[in-house]
Nanobody, 122 residues
């Protein structure tokens, strides 16, 4: 069982930055694929970025060049650095983990955090 706890969300003006963190329990964190998803009100949960256990990284086109995903296996933590934020980035951001390979689909992930709200004002 893996428990995930996100932090770092908040209110920021357009063009600003935030860094989200996701702390994971468990001794096999380094082998897990980790991902960030987001869900805006009335919309589906969308893929943002993933980082595989071997370090491979993929971003959604909508955040490429603005967001950076990284992981610190010594701290069992994955990060999402978000720069040049836009109002359309407003959503609840979720951290997810999978013991299998990384993927863009939410159904591929077994463990989820509770989410952290990111609000970008115009």
């Amino acid at each position: 069982q893996v428990q995930l706890v996100e932090s770092g969300g908040g209110l920021v003006q357009a063009g600003g930055s935030l860094r989200l963190s996701c702390a994971a329990s468990g001794r096999t964190f380094s082998t897990y694929a980790m991902a960030w998803f987001r869900q805006a009100p009335g919309k589906e949960r969308d893929f943002v970025a993933f980082i595989g256990g071997s370090g491979g990284i993929v971003y959604a086109d909508s955040v490429k060049g603005r967001f950076t995903i990284s992981r610190d296996n010594a701290k069992n933590t994955v990060y999402l650095q978000m720069n040049s934020l836009k109002p359309e980035d407003t959503a609840v951001y979720y951290c997810a983990a999978s013991p299998r390979g990384a993927a863009r689909t939410a159904a591929s992930y077994d463990y989820w955090g509770q989410g952290t709200q990111v609000t970008v004002s115009s």
